[in-house]
């Protein structure tokens, strides 16, 4: 089956500044992975997905970037704010051997004021 | 509101009671999961129907049995359950299983077995 590693598990980053977060997977069968941020005591949310047939994809201060050769994929949010501090989970799946999504263990994210 | 919800929000149980948790999707969507959450873990799958049918089951202890009457409602009956088990259980829906298309999580039951 798939197995992601999800780095780092704790980041905190100034206002306004970058932050990224890595994941990387085993199955080359796997063809979809989503991210999803899950704020306090609240549901998971998709934020941003791509697919293996495209190296990036970009929504607003939100990017993903997939390096299928290497086997990972990267989360990247520009001009943090405070509202972007929660857990990101990264997953990856969606064909194969593994169908289904395989979950990474989350990083919190805190965006210091 | 939600397209996937979820009841209770919060269970308190004992090792001996028998309990179920209910998702219900409005959104049209052929699959449906149960995930367990648990502190410092990743999301762990559970079980995954699509069109009504087990398509996969994750190896859970047989004190979890799930019940899909149809593509829109989904439940997980509990009985003697462990204290380990206490965890944040989410359903989820999607277009079609396998997972190729986003999943929609409901608000989660919080479940605490003392």
């Known amino acids: 089956g798939e197995n992601v590693e999800q780095h780092p598990s704790t980041l905190s980053v100034q206002e306004g500044d970058s932050a990224v977060i890595k994941c990387t997977y085993s199955?080359?069968?796997?063809?979809?992975f989503p991210w999803y941020k899950q704020e306090l005591g609240k549901r998971p949310q998709l934020i941003i997905d791509?697919?293996?047939?495209?190296g990036e994809k970009k929504d607003q201060r939100i990017a993903v970037t997939l390096n299928k050769t290497a086997k990972h994929f990267s989360l990247h949010i520009t001009e943090t704010q405070p509202e972007d501090s929660a857990v990101y989970f990264c997953?990856?799946?969606?064909?194969?051997?593994?169908?289904?999504?395989?979950f990474g263990s989350g990083t919190q994210l805190t965006v210091l004021p | 509101e939600t397209g996937v919800t979820q009841t209770p929000r919060h269970l308190v149980m004992g090792m001996t009671n028998k309990k179920s948790l209910k998702c219900e999707q409005h959104?049209?969507?052929?699959?449906m999961y149960w995930y367990k959450q648990s502190a410092k873990k990743p999301l762990e799958l559970m079980f995954v129907?699509?069109?009504?049918?087990?398509?996969e089951n994750n190896s859970v202890p047989s004190r979890f049995s799930p019940e899909c009457p149809n593509s829109s409602h989904l439940f997980l009956h509990l009985h003697t359950l462990q204290p380990e088990d206490s965890a944040l259980y989410l359903c989820?829906?999607?277009?079609?299983?396998?997972?190729?298309?986003?999943?929609?999580f409901g608000n989660g039951t919080r479940l605490t077995v003392t």
């Open positions: 129907y699509s069109l009504e049918e087990r398509v």
């Open positions: 199955d080359s069968a796997s063809n979809y």
């Open positions: 791509i697919r293996s047939n495209v």
């Open positions: 997953a990856g799946g969606g064909s194969g051997s593994a169908r289904q999504l395989t």
């Open positions: 959104l049209g969507h052929n699959a």
């Open positions: 989820a829906s999607s277009q079609e299983a396998p997972t190729s298309s986003p999943l929609h």
